[in-house]
């Protein structure tokens, strides 16, 4: 994978027809991977498993999915099936999540999130390796007392996480096989994200990590209108501490300062910036932002630059 899109579907229309459509669409476009959120809708798992039967020339991914209210053999369960489905393109993200959503919706305390991190991660990895686990932790407990592989998952699955604290990074180059961060611009990726991932990694024996960097932006002529949009639509991120750290590394004070918004030249220059600063991968979301014509320009030019 090298230059995606996080495709998100608003309206009446069914939303699993409205996805693969916009898949083909972006699979049309040269795009090589489609990626899709978790909140308290679609299960992000099976929509990629979904679109990835599908549309056979995209690689999918979920970015990504909470530990809290989840369970280590569920999501091993999901991720298998959705990687036997697609054959061995679908790749597992995760995320610590937030106090407010874990709180308010799951009525769990948000507390010791890298802790938790690291007792799912292990878990998990059990799992999806061999197929099989048995991981008793302080917060959480996974046995198998019957198998749990998958045939057609034999492979495993990626594991990635969206960490951007220098806490979750340290567990995610030890346990995963990358991470995603989002809002985190160039400057915060090589400047702190990479070299933080990849001497954990190094620590730990594991290869260089993954760095599918998630950024919000869009190809349009109306620079202003669209990013006083994007403050409106970002504002959420900035009351979360790691996605405010990332963007204030990153030289911003708003989060939709790092959101990438201009034309064509303006959009490539930023999708060089982010590979020169260690990202392996490049995910744009956020690019319905300005309108349908402006969404299909966008992916035309990121088409390209995948190709």
Known sequence: MTVGVALHT???ENQIDATVRLAREAAA???????????FGADSPQLAAIVGREVPDLQVGTSAVPVFGRH??????????AQAATHGRYHLGLALGTKLLTEGGFGIPFERPVARLREFLTALRQLTDTGTADFHGELLTATTPIPARVPGAEAGVPLLVAAMG????????ELADGVLPYLAGPRALAGHIVPAV????EAAGRPAPRIVALVHGVVTDDVDSVREKATEQLAFYEQIPSYARAVELSGGRRASDVAVIGDEKTVAAEVRRYRDAGATEVVFSGTDLAGE??????????GELAN
């Open 72 to 81: 280590p053999l569920i999501v091993s369960s999901q991720a298998q099936t």
């Open 198 to 201: 990849t001497a954990a990694a």
């Open 10 to 12: 608003t309206g009446p």
């Open 293 to 302: 014509a402006d969404r299909l320009r966008t992916w035309a030019l990121l």
């Open 29 to 39: 476009a040269g795009l090589r991977s489609a990626w899709f959120g978790q909140t």
């Open 166 to 173: 220098p806490q979750a990074l340290r567990v995610s180059g």
